[in-house]
């Protein structure tokens, strides 16, 4: 059974940093593509960057020069560093494995002065 579990979010200023984690469990990890998205209320979750099984990554416009996706193939883990956060950032965050239809509970991400 996946196991997905997202932490690290909080509350920042505008311009701050945050680094987000996701630990999965459950699969062999280091063949899956991941991805992050985010999801703000009433509306559907957007892909915000992703990473292949390779390491070869990419981002949403969104997030391009200020988001960082990594992943750590021997601790099952996926990382979303995100630099100069925005208000528009504001949103809960989840890791997706792959396609398989299964999400964590998220991490809320607060930008706010």
């Known amino acids: 059974q996946v196991r997905i579990v997202e932490s690290g979010g909080g509350l920042v200023q505008p311009g701050g940093s945050l680094r987000l984690s996701c630990t999965v469990s459950?699969?062999?990890?280091?063949?899956?593509?991941m991805e992050w998205y985010r999801q703000t209320p009433g509306n559907e979750r957007t892909l915000v960057a992703g990473i292949t099984n390779g390491g070869a990554t990419n981002y949403a416009d969104s997030g391009k020069g200020r988001f960082t996706i990594s992943r750590d193939n021997a601790w099952n883990r996926l990382y979303l560093r995100m630099n100069d956060l925005k208000l528009e950032d504001v949103a809960t965050y989840y890791c997706?494995?792959?396609?398989?239809?299964?999400w964590g509970q998220g991490t809320q991400v607060t930008v706010s002065s």
């Open positions: 997706k494995v792959g396609s398989l239809p299964c």
């Open positions: 459950g699969i062999n990890f280091k063949i899956y593509r």
